[in-house]
């Protein structure tokens, strides 16, 4: 296959995250957010020391057994392969138990997770990164995969992946992405590609390595536009990702807040709303 001939799939706009959960919290929260209807769920190798891929396939199976869930095609499941597994062998190797963690037999979304193993030159992360793509490559081709594509890479990432890839857009990208943290030269270059951006940290947080702060949710902008609007703080945040034409994944364990996360559907911002945001 040629560059730019990936076939398009469909991202559910308002996700469910499965990041931070723990141990207790990870099946559960999945299951509680499959019950209020969300489709999509988003995951990787690495989430829960290695145990939330388990516990999602487990909270799947109670729901397809439940009937909350008919079939496994009403699933839009998306991982992520770790940075340890870079290359092609391992990254296969790291797809098999992703698969077998989850019980399923196919992704819909796979991602690669890092751009390269910290430990490694910038030289050498490029060359892993187009074995570990060429193997994700070959994967979509077997049918273990519907879509592949990548987080947390910039636009030099994907300018370099882009020179050996044969399969081509990625279908998305999942960065943090906020008011705070735009990333508007990225958006526009994923958008002229074709690749969704799927945006994480957009609530704020206090997670390592994030620009996102808990700030986000008490900030006078956000306020003043959930007033106007008769909806939440997180709303406003997650609708504005919405605008940008970026996928939401925000993790919760509360039903009032699954609900809350899904409503940002049901709004819009305007222009000047979306930019006064980012001032």
């Known amino acids: 296959m040629k560059p730019g001939s990936r076939p398009p799939v469909i991202l559910p706009w308002v996700g469910f995250g499965t990041y931070k959960l723990g141990k207790t919290q990870a ?8 019950q209020q209807g969300y489709r999509g769920i ?7 020391g ?49 698969l077998n963690r989850l019980d399923t037999s196919y ?16 030289c050498r992360n490029k060359d892993e990164r187009a074995e570990t793509w060429r193997a994700m490559e070959d994967a979509y081709r077997q ?21 050996s890839a044969s399969i081509w857009p990625p279908a998305c990208n999942q960065v943090e992405v906020h008011p705070l943290y735009p990333q508007t030269d990225l958006l ?25 702060t808990s700030d986000l949710l008490h900030a006078e902008p956000v306020l003043l536009l959930a007033k ?22 925000p993790k919760t364990t509360k039903v009032t807040r699954l609900r809350e996360n899904a409503g940002a559907l049901r709004f819009a911002l305007s222009i000047s709303e979306v930019e006064q945001l980012q001032q």
């Not at 891929?53 to 009403?74: D, M, P, T, W, Y």
């Open 188 to 212: 526009e270059y994923c958008q002229r590609e074709g690749i969704v951006v799927q945006a994480y940290a957009s609530l704020g947080g206090q997670d390592t390595g994030n620009i996102a």
């Open 42 to 48: 988003d995951t990787a190798f690495i989430y829960g």
């Open 107 to 122: 992704l819909d979304l796979y991602l690669m997770h890092w751009p390269g193993p910290a430990w490694t030159t910038m």
């Open 228 to 249: 106007i609007h008769s909806v939440t703080p997180a709303q406003v945040l997650l609708r504005w990702g919405l605008e940008k034409q970026c996928a939401m994944i």
């Open 143 to 163: 049918g273990l995969v519907r879509a592949i594509g990548v987080s947390n890479m910039t636009v030099q990432h994907l300018r370099k992946l882009k020179e």
């Open 27 to 34: 099946m559960s929260a999945t299951l509680q957010a499959l």
């Open 50 to 98: 290695e145990t939330t891929e388990r516990l999602v396939g487990q909270a799947l199976n109670q729901a397809f057994q439940k009937g909350i869930v008919h079939s496994r095609e009403e699933i839009f499941l998306t991982t992520k392969h770790w940075r340890k597994y870079h290359g092609y062998d391992l990254t296969m190797e790291c797809l098999r138990l992703s």
